[in-house]
């Protein structure tokens, strides 16, 4: 049945889904930005060929680093079995494996994770095994968008049957389609179907490591504390300290993130606390000194 979560039900419900897929998992997000932990969970499924991900993501289409890297684009690459497809137009953000989905607010964003209040609803199947009525209407739109969308990226694994067909070997995998050039030079690009490359045959079972958990301090879902922080000052631009509006996931003025944007490098050193305007290293990932940070 659906269930509302949000808080750290949210963010451990991300983890899960991501984490504990066994034959698939699918990220719809328009913004993605991976941080170590978040690499650590998706790790878990680089030496698995038998987990297809499909990655969904969109906005940004002068400058689409901003909302897949080219650092994150690498790490993905190098999976045995995903497909990665750019839609334009996507605001929405989903999360499902082969038990379970997400609708959410939140982005796969760090930033988002640590400061932002988000919610979502959780769809999970019935004690029969039956999936959930609202999750399946998700997966199903979900896939439409997909398929309609720029598939850019796709490998796809081999396998060499032994067994007389019962057991497969995995022996590599092929990357079918590469495209990201195109999309990161604003080259014109043609709807092409992420489906046609990708196996929908998923059978697997296997043991895991317990699963990497998120830092999280006690009172980071408390509304009334960014309320209080957003009232209290306004910002100052992490590059020249001009005075901007309090929001970490906009630490810049107008004209020093146009320059940032050039080259999106969310860890390049910065001189300015977002929230105080005090002389001290920051950074697009990190736009506050530690003082900050923590009050």
């Known amino acids: 049945m659906a269930k509302f979560i949000s808080g750290k039900e949210l963010v451990e419900a991300v983890d899960e889904i991501i984490y504990s897929a066994k034959s698939r998992l699918l990220i719809i997000s328009p913004y993605i930005r991976l941080d170590e932990h978040f690499k650590d969970l998706f790790k878990s499924h680089k030496s698995n060929a038998d987990v297809e991900i499909i990655i969904g993501f969109g906005k940004n289409e002068e400058n689409v680093s901003r909302s897949l890297n080219h650092s994150d684009f690498e790490f993905f690459k190098d999976f045995p079995n995903i497909g990665i497809v750019y839609i334009p137009n996507l605001h929405a953000k989903y999360y499902s494996n082969e038990k379970v989905g997400l609708v959410t607010s939140i982005n796969l964003l760090d930033s988002s994770f640590r400061n932002n209040i988000e919610y979502g609803v959780l769809g999970e199947p019935n004690l029969l095994g039956n999936g959930d009525k609202f999750d399946l209407a998700a997966f199903d739109y979900s896939s439409k968008i997909l398929k309609d969308g720029y598939a850019v990226f796709a490998r796809k694994p081999n396998f060499k049957k032994k067994l007389f067909g019962l057991a497969k070997d995995y022996v590599g995998s092929t990357t079918e389609w590469d495209i990201i050039d195109d999309l990161v030079y604003n080259r014109r690009l043609e709807p092409h179907n992420i489906f046609e490359f990708l196996d929908k045959e998923k059978f697997v079972k296997f043991d895991q490591s317990p699963r990497p958990k998120r830092q999280i301090q006690e009172d980071q879902f408390n ?73």
């Open 223 to 295: 509304v009334q504390k960014f309320k209080n922080r957003i009232d209290e000052h306004t910002g100052h631009c992490i590059r020249c300290n001009s005075d901007i509006n309090y929001s970490v996931d906009k630490p810049y003025c107008y004209s020093c993130y146009q320059i940032w944007a050039n080259y999106g490098n969310y860890d390049y050193q910065e001189n300015f606390c977002h929230s105080c305007g005090k002389d001290e290293r920051t950074s697009m990932e990190k736009p506050e000194c530690y003082s900050c940070y923590m009050s």
